[in-house]
């Protein structure tokens, strides 16, 4: 309070609307809080940080001999499928913490404040990317450590991975309307496990699609997550680029333009 | 543009201008067609017991809850038109602290300064500003687990004030807070009304808002029941009241129906008992007053005539006393 006198109301200029300057000013301002949060309670990387660990050992180890008679041929195959099952299932801890951070008081503020509406919500959705980032990060390298050698080169590895994490980003909004619309963090985690189990395991990430009953295959077949998985392993596996790869680009986008106005303006509307 | 720009001057006379509003939750009527008109460059008081409505109206004010019914205009501009317009004329230091428990005071301030649209540099220097000004530069790098509550209500208040709005909503601003630290409350509220902002402010304290706001709402059940200055609510009592103790509380009944016969007002029985407190408009009919009660045989143990306190001005409008709720105090300490 300095003794500065307010401008009042009249001599203000005021905005009625944000432009797309302020959008992402406000995303990546909110981004800054969600690293520093993570700064703060890092035992909350935990999940992120076991999980590609144990499931590269132990599908490597139960399904190589069987699906590709030996564990060095099975790398090729499982390290994208898992790659993409963990980075997704790791976008869900996105929709539970967002519930939970929603519950606390300073969503309160955020609402009163001029800013973008979308910013609170794209801003912790974009600091989870840091998530991803470590899940793909330490799939690639259990990988390597067990032999796995990429035929596409490390550039193609990393592409594979940002293209990976982008895909996961795109997919954390369904989780986040979920955890919008949720009464509490708990059945966030409940429909969030129902939708994405058999997405992940109905899918070609594991075994190879025409193993399975025609009417999984046709399943299979259509599941995005399917793409996905086989674009990322042309990526890796030969370094090149097909149709997967823009169906899964653009079932990305999809879901951002319909999850992210629906979320927002649910979000909007809780009291 | 200029046609848009007379009609603000007009309005801007009112700071708040709230009709006819009304929130239910469910069947319970929260808010019942609240009318408040607070003026520009003034402290408002919001007055009512726990569970009145205060914080739901204080919500549909400052844009976080649609109103059911009802239209409220800050400044002039509609809360449902323009709600991202009213964003930045208000401040909101909410009933419950709204600050980011898991960071640090400097790292709160720095975070809403960058949404208000400050550069970094500017964030960091009105940070700490705002943390010297409030006290807390000593506890600025620590994380908020430790605040006190007292401290907590600091920073919520310093972190309403980043970007100098011209209005600012306070619920409950000093509950749950010590005397010494509720003067200081007190003397910040003032220094910002002097600053030139206008602030309204919801307490359960009768001596809060005597002591602070230049107008007053009194507002039970979701509806405003008396409004005006001080003096005004004072006055509408009687410029003086009488209060009256009796030896035997079995008399309570019997006394209460001869002051209301005798002095032509509605009396009001302290919660303790054996007290009874009347707006008195004629010192004369004390005498009559006195008779009377000796003719009944009710013996007095005390008696006083006072200037009314806000306390009374409460009970004679709602018509019981006003209870302190104990959870909402723990809630907050
Ligand atoms: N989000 C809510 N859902 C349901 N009931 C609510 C909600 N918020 C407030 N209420 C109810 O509305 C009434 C008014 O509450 P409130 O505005 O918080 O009063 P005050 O701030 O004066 O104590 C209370 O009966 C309270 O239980
Ligand atoms: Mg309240």
Redesign the interface.
């Known amino acids: 309070?300095?003794?500065?006198?307010?401008?009042?109301?009249?001599e203000?200029h005021?905005?009625?609307?944000?432009g797309i300057g302020?959008v992402i000013?406000?995303t990546l301002?909110?981004a800054?809080?969600g690293l520093?949060?993570i700064k703060?309670?890092p035992e909350q990387l935990f999940d992120v940080t076991l999980q590609p660990i144990i499931f590269t050992l132990m599908f490597t180890y139960i399904f190589g001999g069987a699906i590709s008679g030996n564990v060095q041929n099975y790398l090729p195959v499982i390290i994208p499928g898992i790659l993409v099952q963990t980075v997704i299932t790791t976008s869900i801890v996105t929709g539970v913490q967002l519930r939970e951070d929603m519950d606390?008081?300073?969503?309160?503020?955020?609402?009163?404040?001029?800013?973008a509406r979308i910013?609170p919500l794209a801003g912790a959705l974009l600091a989870d990317t840091i998530r991803y980032t470590i899940a793909s990060t330490l799939t690639f390298t259990m990988g390597y450590i067990m032999g796995y050698r990429p035929e596409g080169g490390l550039g193609n590895v990393i592409l594979a991975g940002l293209i990976v994490i982008a895909c996961a980003w795109a997919i954390s909004w369904i989780f986040a309307f979920f955890g919008v619309i949720s009464r509490n963090a708990t059945s966030v985690q409940g429909i969030s496990m129902i939708v994405l189990f058999p997405l992940t395991f109905l899918s070609n990430a594991f075994v190879p699609a025409d193993t399975l009953p025609k009417v999984l295959q046709w399943f299979v077949k259509f599941n995005p997550i399917s793409h996905l998985v086989t674009a990322v392993r042309e990526l890796t596996n030969a370094g090149t680029v097909g149709w997967d790869l823009i169906i899964s680009l653009v079932g990305a986008a999809v879901i951002v333009a319909i999850f992210a106005p629906i979320t927002v303006r649910a979000y909007m509307?809780r009291? | 543009m200029s046609n848009e720009y007379r009609k603000i001057v007009e309005k801007a006379d009112w700071a708040v201008e709230a009709s006819g509003l009304v929130k239910t939750f469910g069947d319970n009527h929260a808010v019942d067609g609240v009318d408040l008109q607070v003026p520009t460059g003034s402290i408002y008081g919001v007055l009512g017991p726990n569970g009145a409505g205060k914080t739901t109206t204080i919500r549909m004010l400052a844009t976080l809850l649609r109103p059911d019914a009802g239209s409220a205009k800050i400044f002039g501009y509609d809360v449902a038109k323009d709600p991202q317009i009213v964003r930045q004329l208000i401040g909101v230091t909410g009933q419950y602290a709204s600050v980011d428990e898991a960071l640090s005071a400097t790292e709160n301030l720095v975070i809403f300064s960058r949404l208000l649209g400050l550069s970094r540099q500017e964030s960091k220097r009105k940070a700490e500003e705002l943390l010297e000004e409030f006290g807390l530069t000593e506890a600025a790098k620590r994380p908020l687990k430790n605040f006190s509550g007292g401290m907590r209500r600091r920073l919520d208040l310093a972190a309403s004030l980043i970007a100098q709005p011209p209005l600012i909503f306070l619920d409950e601003p000093t509950t749950g807070l010590d005397p010494r630290t509720r003067n200081q409350m007190w003397d910040t509220i003032r220094r910002l009304v002097k600053s030139g902002s206008t602030v309204l402010l919801t307490t359960q304290y009768l001596q809060e808002a005597d002591e602070l706001a230049d107008r007053i709402a009194v507002i039970d059940h979701g509806r405003v029941v008396a409004e005006g200055t001080v003096d005004e609510l004072k006055g509408s009592i009687g410029t003086s009241s009488l209060h009256l103790s009796i030896q035997h509380t079995q008399d309570m009944q019997d006394a209460r129906r001869i002051v209301e016969q005798v002095l032509k007002v509605q009396s009001a029985a302290s919660p303790e008992g054996g007290k009874i407190t009347a707006p008195m408009a004629h010192a004369d009919r004390v005498t009559d007053l006195l008779i009377a009660l000796r003719e009944q045989g009710i013996q007095l143990a005390e008696l006083s005539v006072q200037k009314p306190t806000l306390d009374e001005v409460f009970l004679t409008i709602t018509g019981e006393g006003v209870k302190e709720d104990k959870q909402e105090k723990e809630g907050i300490a």
């Open positions: 309070m300095k003794n500065q006198p307010i401008m009042q109301a009249t203000r005021l905005k009625n609307h944000s302020q000013r406000n301002t909110m800054y809080r520093l949060k703060r309670t606390k008081g300073v969503f309160d503020r955020f609402k009163s404040l001029p800013i910013a509307r009291t």
